[in-house]
């Protein structure tokens, strides 16, 4: 059955980074894009980053532009987010999906907190 599970989070300090990884089973993973969404703290999960297949195409959003890389390893059947220059307001749960699958991991908790 498809499965995404995310690892990675964890409390940081603001201007610190962290990177989140989300390994993928049970489908091709090098035939589908890829995304991570997050959810803050009474707020709608959103949006954060998007890969095409081959990884040639990103999008962000743009609180997190010049900050978040989005990244795979179709080899490993993994997705990465490399956050640097953390700020409070990316407190979250983040999340990758297969969108057009429906999949979602379980999430993984981010804390920018000093």
């Known amino acids: 059955q498809v499965q995404l599970v995310e690892s990675g989070g964890g409390l940081v300090q603001p201007g610190g980074s962290l990177r989140l990884s989300c390994a993928a089973s049970?489908?091709?993973?090098?035939?589908?894009?890829m995304s991570w969404y997050r959810q803050g703290p009474g707020k709608e999960r959103d949006v954060v980053a998007e890969i095409s297949r081959t990884g040639i195409s990103t999008t962000y959003a743009d609180s997190v532009k010049g900050r978040f890389t989005i990244s795979r390893d179709n080899a490993k059947n993994t997705v990465y987010l490399q956050m640097n220059s953390l700020k409070p307001e990316d407190t979250a749960v983040y999340y990758c999906?297969?969108?057009?699958?429906?999949?979602w991991g379980q999430g993984t908790l981010v804390t920018v907190s000093s």
């Open positions: 999906t297969a969108l057009s699958l429906d999949a």
């Open positions: 049970g489908f091709t993973f090098s035939y589908y894009a």
